[in-house]
């Protein structure tokens, strides 16, 4: 599984990545988000909330969107993000 559970939310700290690579986005510990996508740094930031296996996010913008994380992968919106594991 891509997190672990505490309480009754799963981990979703850390990196997760697109397939090919383009879109990274960064899950920080204090709740905030941010996501690259190609060359361009951190092209979305806000915040986001786990309620279960549930994303709720914010940009700073004000738009929203919403994530879940399925047999360890995280489906946000129509993208598809893989936990990036760190290298030894």
Known sequence: ???????????????WVTADGHIRQELLPDG???EARG???????????????HLDYV?????TATG???DGVLHH???VLY???PSS
């Open 1 to 15: 599984m891509a997190g672990t559970v505490e309480g009754d939310h799963v981990d979703v700290v850390g990196m």
């Open 32 to 34: 905030r988000y941010d």
């Open 39 to 53: 060359r361009r740094r951190s092209a979305y930031t806000g915040r986001y909330t786990v309620t279960g296996s």
């Open 59 to 63: 940009d700073d913008t004000g738009f």
């Open 68 to 70: 879940d994380i399925r």
């Open 77 to 79: 919106e129509h993208l």
């Open 83 to 85: 936990r990036e594991r």
